[in-house]
């Protein structure tokens, strides 16, 4: 699967979690001790724009966490795309690999490899990724990113130019 369809689905999990920032920072007893906990916005672009049909499309997205507690960095972005797959306002895309860089706002980056899950519900598409850093700063340490994009307005979906972007919050989590 694309990387595009990666991105949808973790900014659909975010959704879902929305609520759930705080939870995401305490750590089970058992889990590994949160180091960092990163809050910003997701944004997913479609080229053409999705509609209710299924078509080719290319899709962009772009995180910007504007905000990073507990750790050496204030904040970070990543993007990841252009690519090419095939998509809709009613398709969800099944769970699969994911990777991505994230740069930091010191000039240091990560390079992330994970698996997303995308979550439907009430309309909106939660993505989730849980992995770990395979290099640059915090290399070893565990990773989750949770996306939460609206659901793309169906009567704008229903128009000949679709729907062109949707956004959320996204929480990305650094524990180790």
Same mark, same amino acid.
């Given at each position: ?32 001790? @949160? ?8 944004? &997913?672009?479609? &080229?053409? %724009?999705?509609?209710?049909? !299924? ?11 504007? !905000? ?23 398709? !969800? ?28 519900? =009430? %309309?909106?598409?939660?993505? !989730?990724?849980? =992995? ?7 290399? =070893?340490?565990?990773? &989750?990113? @949770? ?8 009567? &704008? ?16 989590? @650094?524990? =180790?």
């Amino acid at each position: 699967m694309n990387r595009h369809l990666r991105a949808a689905a973790r900014t659909a999990a975010a959704l879902l979690l929305v609520g759930a920032p705080a939870a995401l920072a305490t750590p089970a007893a058992h889990a590994d001790p @949160v180091l960092m906990v990163c809050a910003g916005t997701g944004v &997913q672009t479609y &080229q053409p %724009g999705i509609t209710l049909t !299924t078509r080719p499309t290319t899709v962009t997205n772009t995180s910007d966490l504007t !905000t990073c507690a507990g750790g050496p960095v204030t904040s970070g972005h990543h993007r990841f795309g252009p690519f090419a797959t095939t998509a809709s306002c009613l398709y !969800t895309p099944p769970t699969g690999p994911d990777a991505f860089d994230l740069t930091w706002n010191d000039g240091t980056t990560s390079h992330y490899e994970g698996t997303y899950a995308v979550l439907t519900t =009430g %309309g909106q598409l939660v993505v !989730t990724s849980t =992995g770990a850093v395979t290099s640059g700063r915090f290399a =070893g340490k565990a990773l &989750q990113e @949770v996306v939460a994009y609206t659901a793309p307005d169906l009567l &704008q979906c229903a128009t000949p130019q679709g729907v062109t972007s949707v956004s959320g919050p996204i929480t990305v989590t @650094v524990a =180790g």
